[in-house]
């Protein structure tokens, strides 16, 4: 599209498990492109097997309380999207977790100690006195929020762009779809497996281009599954009080991902994970908080936001209800997971594209996953270099069909940020995890020792990637879903977190 030459920087913040329709189904989008739920006739069955089930439609009730997080594992998923038509499964298979759990493969022994872990997370806030979970329904999956619960969100895709027909890249969890955003592919992973990967990444094609790149964390964060991107220095990580010094300062690098707090240290972090949210909805208030605090941080130094896409998506649907089905795409290399040959996309999630080069009202339906994601840098920042897959070879690129102004809006102003409660630490408590954050108290422990270990290596072998190494502490602590305050869990997530501070 003339005019993305005007764009000098990219921003990715991409937040935790949440589809289009629960999310911004019901947004009040002036636009009759925009697919509003109350225009059109969409449903779900209770049950997909039994002909004549009672269909449910979606409603603009939700709430950021919920009483079970959603399974989606890669075999939930495929579950969700069957049927005919597809998308029938949604409600049952949130009916199959509240009663019998994830939907994903485990041992005897795995499943008891999911049933442990659930009673105790009900037990402690009923202990600590916080308000205990809601009472989980199956139709409870069809709920989506009404636009005054996302103020910042609804604002941003109403005033910029919105695109419609953005899914996840994998019809799974949480891992391999942030795989794809950094290297176009999860390596042959549908659910989490955590591990190091060496595959080329975005940021590695940036680097060989002369192009400038940072990583901005807040906590544990899944990006550090690349070793090659740390394990000779962390310079290119920073927190996220050193993003909002960069964008003041103008010093913000041509390609910056936020990854969000997924809940690690004083309260229930901003990455709006649902599993997060089964107490209170902070984390889901946080994180339109979050995203408030980046965009207004944008729109107090103009000059740099003239040339800055903030691109803000979702990893996955995480487990909700949407109404649109994956498409096919093209797999990235030949890798498969038990059958799975990664030519499905996921599901839809939201996908928000800000700046002041595009009119407001914006409403985009062409189809794009996360491997378009480095699809779009790559041709903005190092034209001409190799595609990091097949995946992204065949990805979209948002900006060649974005409109760009000629010149910024002269209508662009603030959005209130939310209120969050005060950042006051909370007595010491025991930590139950949700699976993905016991997967990244897992993937610290790695981390940890391969830092423990680059401390002893020889300069001449200082390129060759470690080898992911569990740590006792930490992979008990991810098994069994407890973090204690103080533990030595608890000390090498504090360390190796703080080794990516700035």
């Not at 102003?413 to 969050?420: I, L, M, Q, S």
Request: with cysteine; aromatic share 8%; hydrophobic share 35%.
């Amino acid at each position: 599209m003339a005019g993305r030459e005007r764009i000098e920087h990219i921003v990715v913040l991409m937040m935790e498990n949440r589809s289009f329709d629960h999310l911004i189904g019901f947004l009040d989008h002036d636009s009759p492109d925009y697919p509003r739920l109350d225009r059109i006739d969409v449903s779900c069955p209770e049950d997909p097997k039994r002909p004549g089930s009672p269909r449910v439609r979606p409603t603009p009730t939700a709430s950021p309380v919920l009483g079970t997080d959603p399974d989606h594992s890669h075999q939930a998923v495929m579950d969700q999207i069957a049927g005919d038509p597809p998308m029938s499964g949604f409600i049952a298979s949130y009916l199959h977790k509240i009663k019998h759990g994830t939907s994903r493969p485990m041992s005897w022994w795995q499943r008891a100690l999911n049933a442990v872990l659930g009673f105790l997370k009900t037990a402690w806030s009923r202990l600590t006195r916080r308000r205990g979970p809601i009472p989980a329904q199956a139709r409870d999956i069809m709920r989506c929020f009404p636009p005054a619960e996302i103020p910042v969100l609804g604002f941003l895709a109403k005033q910029y762009a919105v695109l419609t027909g953005w899914h996840a890249s994998v019809p799974g969890e949480t891992w391999p779809n942030r795989q794809y955003a950094h290297a176009a592919t999860s390596h042959g992973t549908a659910n989490i497996k955590v591990d190091f990967y060496t595959d080329t990444t975005v940021f590695e094609r940036l680097s060989e281009a002369g192009r400038t790149w940072s990583i901005y964390v807040d906590g544990v964060a899944q990006v550090w599954a690349y070793p090659k991107l740390w394990m000779n220095g962390t310079d290119h990580f920073h927190d996220m009080d050193r993003l909002l010094d960069d964008i003041r300062r103008g010093t913000l690098p041509d390609y910056a991902f936020i990854e969000p707090n997924h809940g690690f240290g004083p309260g229930e972090g901003n990455s709006q994970h649902p599993g997060n949210n089964l107490v209170s909805g902070d984390s889901f208030t946080a994180g339109e908080a979050l995203m408030a605090r980046v965009y207004n941080a944008l729109v107090a130094s103009p000059e740099l936001f003239a040339s800055t896409l903030l691109l803000i998506t979702y990893d996955e649907h995480g487990g909700f209800f949407d109404h649109v089905a994956p498409q096919t795409v093209t797999p990235p290399d030949k890798h498969q997971d038990h059958g799975f040959d990664f030519s499905l996309s996921g599901v839809r999630v939201p996908a928000v594209a800000v700046s002041p080069l595009i009119p407001a009202g914006t409403v985009k339906g062409i189809f794009y996953e996360h491997a378009s994601i480095p699809a779009m840098v790559l041709h903005q920042f190092a034209p001409g270099t190799p595609s990091l897959t097949e995946r992204d070879a065949h990805s979209a690129d948002p900006l060649d069909e974005l409109r760009l102004l000629p010149a910024p809006r002269t209508d662009i102003r603030p959005v209130p940020e939310p209120a969050r409660r005060p950042a006051v630490a909370p007595p010491a408590r025991v930590h139950l995890m949700n699976d993905f954050q016991g997967s990244l108290v897992d993937l610290a422990g790695g981390v940890h020792n391969a830092l423990e270990e680059r401390r002893t290596l020889t300069a001449a072998r200082t390129d060759e990637p470690p080898q992911f190494r569990h740590k006792t502490s930490t992979k008990t602590a991810a098994e069994t879903g407890v973090l204690i305050p103080g533990s030595e869990a608890s000390e090498v997530v504090d360390e190796v977190v703080s080794a990516f501070v700035d």
